[in-house]
C-alpha cells in the first residue's frame, strides 16, 4: 500500500469510528461517561431594568451535541452597572423527547459587555448542569458560553462549549 493509501485508509477509519460515536451519542446510548458537549442557540431576550437590577428572559432554539434539536430558556438578574453588567440564573435546554437538561450561571457568573451605545453586548460566562428530567436526571457537567445580545431588536446568540456526564 502506498503512503498516499495508507492515509487515505486511516482517514476512512476515524471517519466510521466519528461517525458511529455520533450515532451512539444522538441515541442517548452513553450513560455515566463524560463527553464533549458543544451546542448552538439564538433567540429572543427580554431585559427589564428597575433602578440598578435587570430582570432578564430568555427562550431560543438551536441544537447541540446529546439534546440534538433543542429549546433553550433561561430566566436570571443582572446588574445594570457600565460596560460589563455581571448577570446569572437557572437555564433549561429541552431536548426534541421533551428531556430536559438544567442548568445554572451562578449570580456574577456572566457578563455581558457593551459598546459604547450601550446597544450591542458581547456574551460571556460559566455554567454547571443541575440534573434534568428523563436521560438527563443524573447530568452534570459545566460549560463556557460566549455570544452576543442586540437591545434594539431583542435578538441573541449563544455558544456553549464544555462537558457533559450522563
Known sequence: ?????????????????????????AGGAVTGKTVAFSAGYTGKASVKVS????????????????VGKSKLSGKGVGNS?????LFGGPGTITAADGSKLNFVITAGGGSACTDEAAQAFSLVGRA???GGTGKYAKAKGTFKFTGSYDRGNGI???????TLTV
Open 1 to 25: 500500500m502506498t503512503r498516499f493509501g495508507i492515509i487515505r485508509a486511516v482517514t476512512a477509519a476515524a471517519v466510521v469510528a466519528a461517525v458511529a460515536a455520533g450515532s451512539a451519542l
Open 51 to 66: 433602578g440598578s437590577t435587570a430582570d432578564i428572559s430568555a427562550d431560543a432554539t438551536g441544537s447541540g451535541t446529546l
Open 81 to 85: 452597572v457600565e460596560p460589563c453588567p
Open 128 to 130: 454547571t448542569f443541575k
Open 156 to 162: 441573541f446568540s449563544v455558544k456553549l462549549k464544555g
